[in-house]
């Protein structure tokens, strides 16, 4: 069965992205002739397996040339498996500890301990919400201060136990409102940063969705750090980066092009470390090949960084850190226009 035939095993029947529509109508003229050769016994078959053709090959040309603004709506596509259906799928025997111990408890953040594949670790993810209730229950997944305090409290407890952490990150950006800075939410994640940064432990981070701002980068420092190809990473949104640079958001596209915010940049510019694939079409067309390819990651991470004693780690990801980014000196325009 193509990828997106299958509405109710794959849920993006309902929802197409604008400029998936093209491939809306071979889609609905395989879906009429299945139902007319089930309905009259008619066969189809021949017609039926060369639109099928036609539809993948029409499919991976869109997805193989996505834009960055393209990227950023998969990225946020209503039907994309969120942190919650990666635990439900990869983590066994999943036991979730809440509250920051401080003020109370965040459900924009979820974190617990549990094992992936034969690998015990601790659980730190971002969760969106998929429906109205569970989407304001988890602030849309902006964290509060109180989440990063919780995860923290996590991270400590892995450290204290030698267990590798994981992370899924999946966030516009934490949550900005004036209750979240009166509680330090600032604080909150700079403190995270400095933790993260020297526990003595393995931490394995993927993007799964967006990596927005220091909200992402709060559970985000690790040893490895990958993003889904169809995910993004970036200091700001598309539309804050607009609202800045040309007072409107209509620019998001182009600053979305402008700011390398996509996989493939990303692991040009030495951000990111990998870029984990998704199943053709994105991965809310096949959410259990979406799994297994985000399982197969952090069990290859995992093992990989345990092969390195503490010290030799930490160092490792002090270096890792240090040379992100460049500086580049540039010359007076005065002695330009000398030289």
Not at 151 to 165: D, G, N, Q, T, Y
């Given at each position: 069965m193509p990828p997106g035939l299958n509405g109710s095993q794959n849920g993006d029947s309902e929802y197409l992205l604008e400029f998936e529509k093209p491939l809306a109508a071979n889609r609905r003229h395989i879906v009429e002739l299945e139902a007319d050769q089930t309905g009259t016994g008619r066969d189809h078959s021949g017609e039926i397996r060369n639109l099928r053709a036609q539809y993948l090959a029409q499919l991976k040309k869109t997805y193989s040339n996505l834009s960055a603004w393209q990227t950023v709506q998969v990225a946020r596509h209503p039907r994309r498996p969120l942190a919650g259906d990666y635990i439900e799928r990869i983590v066994k025997d999943f036991v979730e500890l809440h509250g920051d111990r401080t003020f109370g408890d965040d459900g924009a953040i979820r974190c617990g301990l549990g094992r992936i594949s034969t690998e015990k670790v601790a659980i730190i993810a971002q969760h969106k919400g998929r429906d109205t209730n569970e989407k304001i229950k988890c602030n849309f997944g902006c964290?509060?201060?109180?989440?990063?305090?919780?995860?923290?409290?996590?991270?400590?407890?892995?450290?204290?136990?030698?267990?590798?952490?994981?992370?899924?990150?999946?966030?516009?950006g934490a949550y900005p409102g004036v209750d979240s800075e009166e509680r330090g939410v600032a604080e909150a994640i700079a403190v995270n940063l400095r933790e993260m940064s020297r526990l003595r432990t393995p931490i394995a981070c993927l993007v799964i969705g967006e990596g927005g701002s220091g909200g992402a980068l709060g559970i985000g420092v690790g040893d490895r750090v990958a993003v889904l190809e169809h995910a993004y990473y970036s200091v700001i949104s598309p539309e804050g980066c607009a609202a800045i640079l040309w007072k409107t958001g209509e620019k998001a596209p182009e600053a979305a092009e402008a700011m390398k915010i996509t996989s493939r940049y990303l692991k040009e510019l030495g951000i990111i470390d990998e870029v984990v694939a998704e199943p053709l079409g994105g991965a809310h067309r096949n959410v259990a090949e979406a799994a297994a390819n985000v399982e197969r990651y952090f069990v290859r991470a995992i093992r990989d960084l345990r092969r390195f004693n503490l010290d030799d780690l930490l160092q490792h990801r002090y270096e890792r850190w240090r040379k992100m980014g460049k500086v580049i000196k540039l010359q007076p325009a005065t002695q330009v226009e000398n030289a």
């Open positions: 964290a509060h201060p109180e989440g990063y305090r919780k995860a923290l409290r996590v991270m400590k407890l892995a450290e204290k136990f030698s267990l590798p952490i994981v992370t899924l990150i999946d966030t516009p």
